[in-house]
């Protein structure tokens, strides 16, 4: 089985624009909210504008609140499952009264479920959030325990805690018109500042008409006067950011010319210093130099870390983040983007949680207003996409790659090259799903926009390659996948190092296609080169050096060599358990192929054996109606005949 991606389920559009939960205590407070809502006038400027949760209407209806008293035991209703289910967003109305409710608390729980937590808005009334984390408050406490903490990968909740979005109607917080101002932002998609400007300039044209037969002359000379003062204001702003960024260039570059210097020009030889010298000066230098600047510090740590992973060397690049921390935890975005790149390291080093707990860092440092920052919000989840593909998680890897591209086509400056990564990741995924044509057409429309930002000889080219090779792999297209793999590895040989483990991973799917085709002799060489990369890559067991030798012990078995073949099937499971950490689906994977060597070898009873353990392996990890899972069951079928 190689290594996973995820697909792109269709769904039908919502029944309701948003599900209001909330206490019966607070029902008078649900009414007027409800009413709030529907009743609100999107700004005519803003009505059809596309952002990450569709086109805006131009009036969020229909709102569903209106639900039976509760029982005092059982679950919630069939009709407010179904409504949870049929909802874009879920609004919860906070107060302490909420935080004790069973219901709302489900209600949360089940919304979750479906649509994961980033569709989940809070809107304080009453009580303070957060205060149960401080003892002698937790009467006070608003925020019910699952809005508090995100859903897990099992789908479950956890106890990783969450940052909810919430709007606050109190007169000390937001007051009413901002709160409801927010909710609606969260509802659209829209920009909060944006909102608020295009309802401003309305109700100051409202004003406008209704004054204008007394005081034209006043109002007119003041509306001139707010917007050439808004104006002044927004240009101070952006002269501000410009400012900040020119000093930042400037720091920056400074820096990186100092990197160059010699320390001691009498004993160093300026032709004689690696790369590897300079990135360790770099990263020694941005750490001791611009600890009082770690917005800078960030920006260049992420730098050196993508260095790093470039060349392969992901022991470098988890050692230089790790060391530059602190300075990341206080950069704000800057270190978000810096934790994404770690994130990416953990995934090639096979720590998943890790990876994960990095990309869920790195979107709590992005705030929780999901209309800022949208490409490094489509970055991360880009990244925890990866992160479930290694984990063979469709489901959440699916969802998040949808998150991604609904964020890229959101804005309108996103380059063409971050789409085609969207695409080819999703095109993967539509792959391990058994939906090979429309994974061909993600991947083709993917490799298209590579070619034409990047060049026919680019690396995100040869990644392209091997992505559509992967594809007519598993659709069984063998003599075209064989013509796509030598595309991607002639590219491949061209750009890196012969040592690179990008590179170790196109060998190793040349050599299941040419296993696939009887080259046994061929398929042999690439997987031997593949799993040699790796081993002197990571210098401990991985997932990827067992992938590479499940195929090596196929080929091995074919030419008779038994004994040799369950040697390498046995180091190989060696590798997925230290490499995964944990049952994975590849484990399965490897059971029924060790049961195809013992039955080629007249071994039956023990193929049989480890056909039924690599089956169960498989529907307790994928499940029975999984496509590789009934694949590998009519292997197993076979066998038995």
């Given at each position: 089985m190689a290594e996973p991606d995820t697909s792109t389920a269709a769904h039908a559009a919502p029944a309701y624009r948003a599900f209001i939960s909330y206490s019966h205590r607070d029902k008078a407070f649900a009414q007027k909210l409800h009413w709030q809502i529907e009743g609100y006038r999107i700004p005519a400027k803003l009505v059809g504008r596309k952002t990450v949760v569709g086109e805006t209407p131009r009036r969020l209806r229909p709102v569903f609140r209106d639900r039976e008293e509760l029982p005092a035991s059982g679950d919630l209703s069939a009709e407010l499952s179904a409504a949870l289910r049929n909802s874009m967003f879920l609004v919860v109305i906070c107060s302490p009264a909420s935080a004790r409710s069973r219901w709302v608390n489900e209600e949360i729980r089940q919304f979750k479920q479906v649509h994961g937590d980033s569709r989940v808005l809070a809107i304080v009334v009453d009580g303070e959030p957060h205060a149960s984390e401080t003892p002698g408050r937790e009467d006070l406490e608003c925020f019910p325990p699952a809005l508090r903490v995100r859903l897990g990968p099992d789908g479950e909740l956890s106890d990783i805690p969450a940052e909810p979005i919430a709007a606050d109607v109190r007169r000390h917080a937001d007051g009413e018109r901002l709160a409801l101002q927010k909710?609606?932002?969260?509802?659209?998609?829209?920009?909060?500042?944006?909102?608020?400007?295009?309802?401003?300039?309305?109700?100051?044209?409202?004003?406008?008409?209704?004054?204008?037969?007394?005081?034209s002359g006043m109002v007119v000379t003041g509306g001139l006067a707010f917007y050439a003062n808004s104006l002044r204001i927004e240009a101070d702003h952006q002269r501000g950011i410009a400012e900040r960024e020119a000093e930042a260039a400037r720091v920056a570059s400074d820096y990186l010319v100092g990197t160059f210097e010699l320390s001691n020009p009498a004993t160093e030889n300026p032709r004689t210093i690696t790369a590897l010298t300079i990135l360790g000066?770099?990263?020694?230098?941005?750490?001791?130099?611009?600890?009082?600047?770690?917005?800078?510090?960030?920006?260049?740590?992420?730098?050196?870390?993508?260095?790093?992973?470039?060349?392969?060397?992901?022991?470098?690049?988890?050692?230089?983040?790790?060391?530059?921390?602190?300075?990341?935890?206080?950069?704000?975005?800057?270190?978000?983007?810096?934790?994404?790149?770690?994130?990416?390291?953990?995934?090639?080093?096979?720590?998943?949680?890790?990876?994960?707990?990095?990309?869920?860092?790195?979107?709590?440092?992005?705030?929780?207003?999901?209309?800022?920052?949208?490409?490094?919000?489509?970055?991360?989840?880009?990244?925890?996409?990866?992160?479930?593909?290694?984990?063979?998680?469709?489901?959440?890897?699916?969802?998040?790659?949808?998150?991604?591209?609904?964020?890229?086509?959101?804005?309108?400056?996103?380059?063409?090259?971050?789409?085609?990564?969207?695409?080819?990741?999703?095109?993967?995924?539509?792959?391990?799903?058994?939906?090979?044509?429309?994974?061909?057409?993600?991947?083709?429309?993917?490799?298209?926009?590579?070619?034409?930002?990047?060049?026919?000889?680019?690396?995100?080219?040869?990644?392209?390659?091997?992505?559509?090779?992967?594809?007519?792999?598993?659709?069984?297209?063998?003599?075209?996948?064989?013509?796509?793999?030598?595309?991607?590895?002639?590219?491949?040989?061209?750009?890196?190092?012969?040592?690179?483990?990008?590179?170790?991973?196109?060998?190793?799917?040349?050599?299941?296609?040419?296993?696939?085709?009887?080259?046994?002799?061929?398929?042999?060489?690439?997987?031997?080169?593949?799993?040699?990369?790796?081993?002197?890559?990571?210098?401990?067991?991985?997932?990827?050096?067992?992938?590479?030798?499940?195929y090596l012990g196929l080929i091995q078995s074919e030419e008779g060599r038994t004994e040799a073949a369950l040697a390498t099937l046995d180091d190989a499971k060696r590798n997925y358990d230290v490499g995964y950490g944990e049952l994975h689906p590849n484990h399965g994977d490897l059971l029924v192929n060790r049961a195809r060597v013992l039955a080629r070898a007249g071994r039956m009873d023990e193929a049989r054996r480890d056909c039924a353990a690599g089956i169960k392996i498989l529907n307790d990890t994928l499940g029975p109606k999984a496509s590789f899972t009934r694949t590998m069951a009519e292997t197993c079928r076979k066998l038995a005949v």
């Open positions: 909710l609606v932002a969260g509802l659209t998609g829209l920009k909060l500042d944006e909102l608020v400007q295009r309802e401003t300039q309305r109700r100051i044209a409202q004003m406008t008409v209704i004054a204008a037969g007394a005081v000066r770099s990263a020694e230098r941005a750490r001791s130099e611009l600890a009082d600047q770690p917005e800078i510090q960030s920006r260049l740590l992420a730098t050196l870390g993508r260095a790093y992973n470039n060349l392969g060397l992901f022991n470098e690049a988890a050692a230089v983040f790790e060391a530059g921390m602190p300075a990341i935890r206080r950069s704000g975005a800057d270190g978000a983007s810096a934790l994404l790149v770690l994130s990416a390291t953990k995934v090639r080093q096979g720590r998943f949680d890790d990876a994960l707990a990095a990309t869920r860092q790195a979107e709590a440092m992005l705030g929780p207003d999901l209309t800022q920052h949208p490409r490094l919000r489509a970055a991360a989840a880009l990244t925890e996409g990866r992160v479930w593909i290694s984990r063979s998680n469709p489901k959440a890897g699916i969802a998040a790659f949808d998150r991604a591209l609904a964020y890229y086509r959101a804005d309108p400056k996103t380059p063409r090259t971050a789409i085609a990564t969207a695409l080819q990741n999703r095109g993967i995924l539509l792959s391990d799903d058994g939906q090979f044509a429309a994974a061909e057409a993600s991947l083709t429309e993917a490799l298209r926009l590579s070619e034409i930002e990047r060049g026919a000889t680019h690396l995100s080219t040869g990644k392209a390659w091997f992505a559509l090779a992967q594809n007519s792999y598993n659709a069984g297209e063998l003599p075209k996948a064989r013509t796509q793999i030598a595309n991607a590895l002639r590219i491949q040989r061209q750009v890196l190092d012969k040592d690179n483990p990008i590179l170790a991973d196109t060998l190793s799917m040349q050599g299941q296609i040419l296993q696939g085709l009887g080259d046994r002799a061929a398929g042999e060489r690439a997987l031997t080169e593949a799993v040699a990369i790796y081993k002197r890559t990571f210098g401990r067991p991985h997932h990827l050096i067992g992938i590479a030798e499940v």
